[in-house]
């Protein structure tokens, strides 16, 4: 199964300041078609999981240019410009290249 | 609006079994692999299960196969698992999930706990 490590944040971040979340994959999401299989979720409190970003850095439809992706083959990082109240939650990363799906343990990210 | 709508959840004893079920409204259902995840409380996120659009193909993760069973009626709107030989590691808010196709899952239930305790 492909293991992914997601890391901490130094919470609480200021409001208005950026934050950077990493993940990494035991295996290269990197397929053949030239797609990177890394998609983002956050999992604000009490509510279920939404999808931010896929295919490492595409936005979904609906989510604030604030969020970006970006990585590699097996290092990734989601980055939240200027942080807002609404983004407090647990981020996931989760590999979509094979079965099983797995996800990242989560990154909690807490506002000041 | 797409809606995905979890029921069936409840209190179990070890051993038992329990049926939950992902109501689907405001897409065109019978186009869809639909997934199944669940959360343990304070933990994160596992997936279970997926069936395609026509039933014609199921994957389990290891934990649960032989154990849990998903199927699904295109008519009914309606992917139902089935959980067996109920364990109290198997305790978790379980959720429904939209495949977007080849890109991740758009959209998913609010989510159904079931708790297995003696």
């Not at chain 2, 869809?32 to 069936?51: K, T």
Request: contains cysteine.
């Amino acid at each position: 199964d492909i293991v992914m490590t997601q890391g901490a944040l130094p919470n609480p971040v200021p409001s208005g300041e950026s934050a950077s979340i990493t993940c990494q994959s035991s295996k290269s999401l990197l397929h053949s078609n030239g797609k990177t299989y890394l998609n983002w979720y956050l999992q604000r409190p009490g509510q279920s999981p939404h999808l931010l970003i896929y295919w490492m850095s595409t936005r979904a439809s609906g989510v604030s240019d604030r969020f970006s992706g970006s990585g590699s083959g097996t290092d990734f990082t989601l980055k939240i410009s200027s942080v807002e109240a609404e983004d407090v939650g647990v981020y996931y990363c989760q590999q979509f290249l094979e079965y099983p799906l797995t996800f990242g343990s989560g990154t909690k990210l807490e506002i000041k | 609006e797409v809606q995905l709508v979890e029921s069936g959840g409840g209190l179990v004893q070890p051993g038992s079994s329990l049926k939950v079920s992902c109501v689907a409204s405001g897409f065109t259902f019978s186009s869809y692999v639909i997934h199944w995840f669940r959360q343990a409380p304070e933990n994160g996120i596992e997936w279970l299960a997926y069936i395609t659009s026509d039933s014609a193909n199921t994957h389990y993760a290891e934990t649960v196969r032989g154990r849990f069973t998903i199927s699904r009626d295109n008519a009914k709107n309606t992917v139902d698992m089935q959980l067996s030989s109920l364990r109290s590691e198997d305790t978790a808010m379980y959720f429904c999930a939209r495949e977007s196709s080849g890109v991740g899952f758009d959209y998913w239930g609010q989510g159904v706990m079931v708790t297995v305790s003696s």
